[in-house]
């Protein structure tokens, strides 16, 4: 073989050798090979996370959670009577003092000011965490964390993630440091139900945002990272030393980043957080409130879905100390007497009352029942027992409004005389009606003033007839009750429609207030986060009645305190107009009053304790015989009343009138029991042995109707309103007497 075969051969050999040498895994990774597989993922990593960029949109809308707020009703002084729904109640950033907003910065994220919302070596090792099987990791910004609370939902995924930084970094852009710290402030979950800070802050020292200190901020912050381990109340040692290093550790950063004196750091002492109460709820008085406040304000468009969104800040009417006062009131004078295991019917026995600022027409307390979670039905609204002689005023009052007159022409007046006996038909009724008077007494010849006072049925039915019973009927609907559900017939005249204690507290308001219209409002405003509040209707109307005519019978009403059967609320260190009623069979009981400053009408209702819970009897209720409006109806009132009006004693009613019980009397002599004796009386066949010497009838003047029974003697037709009580009062105020009861009283 030559030279040239064998340099030939040899090349061949070389070529082999590095062939074999170069085969295997070393042919795929050469160093360029591997510099552009690297560089080829990162461009495809930039491609991917631009095409995510254009494709990932922030969402127009948060996620349920994030917008879920709790409905704050409040107290008329701003403290808070209930929270419902969702625990949250989102403040500005306005409301989160500087230092408090630094906190929260200083133990989470102390780049956030300079960062662009994300925090990328954090985030992938939050990532590589979560492929791994880790679980949540830290690592997010303020920015990260709001977009993950506000936009996204707390899962662990990998395309979540990747979300939570494109929009971060987008929201970065959109909205200011401050909105988003906000944001992340009031999204946040701080253990004990509470998200968000002012229910953190209420949670656990039991004060508004606007109030926390810089300690008790950093506790909230340091809360965050594990909510339920750090919770004092429930943290074990080990928690309990952990929290305390996070809240030393948000402080000293404080003071790293100038927003924190080192000597007031140093004066800093750990804010042990208050124990957890039990949120306020529907317990109690606060359901009922509630529910009206809810009622009132779908009346205003306000739909159950939006109210369920949350978020609302619910202010009402009602009082503290005016609450209070009712509550402790029907406790005292009422249940604390009642004995369901000694007796069947106080089982049976509701009690119902609203209280009334005639001037703003404002609720300032109500008693719905025994409690909302006991007794769903609420007392206060029901209108389906009878108002029974709370009525009463209504027909005197379209009497004078309409200058109506008796059959034979005579003007009415509170000095008016009417017959008074019991049973005696009513003349110019198409409809046949001869209602008796409480325990069928007979007064004889009788004035407006002294039936009023003693609530005598037949006067008032007769009077009914005399005014025009639709006219009555009108007038009830111009005062506050619901005409649509009355029948213009003459039982209505002894109050046999459904009313609520609400109805009448303002039929009663209204007089008050001099014939000017009281609606009776629970809720004095409402508004949703930073929406526009809900227009609601002025409480206080027009004139609906004149104020001569109002304000004469206020004057007659005092009368029914003074001399008649409302005497259990008297008290002379304030003027009181009111008027008593029970139903027939003694089904409701009630005491409707006011004075100068405050309206407030008490009913008692005997419903079955079974189901299906039907109207029952009260006799017996407590103990005693028939319950009567002048029994527990007045006295509740009574305590109520003087409680609730405080200082504000010695109030005069301002009255123009120159009729009724409330003005100085014209004075008359006694009547003789000769006098009385001589009196005209009806027929015959409608006297009672009670009852003076019959005349066989009375005069035209005497239009016929009667009421609760009394010992007065017949007054003589020219009598006016100022004849004297007669002795023995109406029975119907007499509680425990055992008296049949009749309907109307």
């Not at 907003?101 to 979560?130: M, P």
């Not at 996204?152 to 929201?171: G, H």
């Not at 879905?305 to 949350?310: C, E, N, S």
């Not at 001869?434 to 007064?443: H, I, V």
Request: glycine share 12%.
């Amino acid at each position: 073989m030559g030279r040239a075969e064998a340099r030939r051969a040899r090349k061949r050999g070389s070529r082999r050798a590095k062939r074999k040498r170069g085969g295997g895994i070393g042919r795929f990774f050469t160093f360029r090979k591997l510099l552009g597989a690297f560089f080829t993922v990162c461009l495809l990593g930039i491609l991917g996370f631009i095409g995510l960029y254009l494709v990932v949109d922030v969402p127009a809308n948060a996620n349920g959670q994030a917008t879920a707020q709790a409905n704050v009703y409040k107290y008329a002084d701003g403290s808070v009577l209930a929270r419902t729904g969702f625990n949250r109640e989102s403040v500005p950033i306005s409301d989160i003092p500087k230092d408090v907003q630094h906190t929260f910065v200083a133990a989470e994220n102390k780049s956030f000011y300079q960062d662009s919302g994300v925090d990328l070596k954090g985030t992938t090792r939050g990532i590589l965490n979560t492929l791994r099987g880790r679980g949540k990791q830290g690592g997010s910004t303020i920015t990260q964390q709001f977009v993950k609370n506000y936009y996204l939902t707390q899962d662990q995924t990998v395309s979540r993630k990747l979300k939570e930084i494109v929009i971060s970094l987008k929201v970065d852009q959109k909205l200011g440091k401050n909105e988003i710290l906000a944001g992340y402030i009031n999204t946040s979950y701080y253990g004990r139900g509470a998200y968000g800070i002012e229910a953190a802050a209420q949670a656990y020292y039991g004060v508004h945002t606007r109030d926390l200190t810089v300690a008790q901020g950093a506790y909230l912050a340091s809360l965050l990272q594990a909510p339920s381990q750090y919770d004092w109340a429930v943290a074990t040692d080990a928690g309990k030393k952990r929290v305390q290093e996070r809240w030393n550790y948000t402080l000293d950063n404080m003071v790293e980043m100038k927003w924190l004196d080192p000597g007031k750091r140093q004066g800093l002492k750990f804010p042990v957080p208050e124990k957890p109460k039990p949120s306020p709820g529907l317990k109690g008085q606060k359901g009922y409130l509630i529910e009206l406040a809810k009622a009132e304000l779908k009346k205003q468009g306000v739909t159950e879905d939006d109210l369920a969104a949350g978020g609302w800040t619910i202010s009402l009417g009602v009082e503290k100390k005016r609450q209070s006062a009712l509550e402790s009131a029907v406790q005292e004078k009422l249940t604390s007497k009642l004995d369901p295991k000694a007796r069947d019917v106080d089982a049976d026995a509701q009690a119902g009352a609203v209280s009334v600022d005639p001037k703003s027409g404002h609720i300032v307390a109500l008693y719905g029942g025994k409690g909302y979670l006991e007794h769903f039905v609420n007392n206060a609204t029901r209108d389906d027992y009878q108002p029974a002689s709370t009525f009463k005023p209504l027909i005197l009052a379209t009497a004078l409004e309409k200058n109506s007159t008796t059959q034979d022409g005579t003007p009415i007046t509170p000095d008016t005389v009417y017959d008074g006996t019991s049973r005696r038909p009513v003349k110019g009724s198409a409809i046949g009606f001869a209602p008796p008077n409480e325990d069928e007494k007979d007064y004889g010849p009788i004035s407006v003033q002294t039936a009023m006072n003693n609530s005598v049925n037949s006067v008032f039915a007769q009077m009914g007839v005399d005014v025009g019973l639709e006219k009555v009927r009108q007038t009830a609907g111009q005062l506050g009750m619901d005409a649509e559900k009355m029948s213009a017939r003459p039982a209505m005249t002894l109050g046999s429609m459904g009313a609520s204690p609400l109805q009448m507290a303002g039929v009663y308001a209204t007089l008050d207030n001099h014939g000017k219209k009281v609606t009776p409002q629970l809720v004095t405003s409402a508004q949703r986060g930073e929406e526009a509040p809900v227009d609601l209707p002025e409480p206080i109307g027009g004139q609906v009645i004149s104020r001569t005519t109002a304000d004469t019978v206020t004057s007659v009403l005092t009368g029914v305190v003074q001399d008649g059967t409302g005497t259990a609320v008297r008290n002379a260190d304030y003027d009181i107009a009111g008027k008593t009623g029970t139903s027939d069979d003694n089904k409701s009981a009630w005491f409707v009053g006011y004075t100068p400053r405050l309206v407030t009408a008490v009913g008692m209702f005997g419903e079955d304790a079974d189901a299906p819970h039907g109207h029952v009897t009260l006799r017996g209720a407590g103990g005693g015989g028939r319950v009567n409006g002048g029994g527990y109806p007045a006295e509740i009132w009574a305590a109520y009343t003087q409680n609730a009006l405080g200082g504000e004693l010695s109030a005069r009613f301002d009255l123009d009138t120159d009729l009724g019980a409330g003005v100085a009397p014209t004075p008359t002599p006694t009547p003789t029991e000769t006098e009385e004796s001589e009196s005209p009386s009806p027929s015959p066949s409608e006297s009672s042995s009670e009852s003076a010497s019959p005349s066989p009838s009375p005069s035209p003047s005497e239009s016929e109707t009667s009421e609760p029974p009394e010992e007065s003697a017949s007054p003589s037709p020219s009598e006016s309103s100022d004849l004297p009580l007669p002795d023995g009062g109406d029975t119907e105020e007499k509680p425990g007497n055992g008296r049949r009861p009749v309907t109307g009283e």
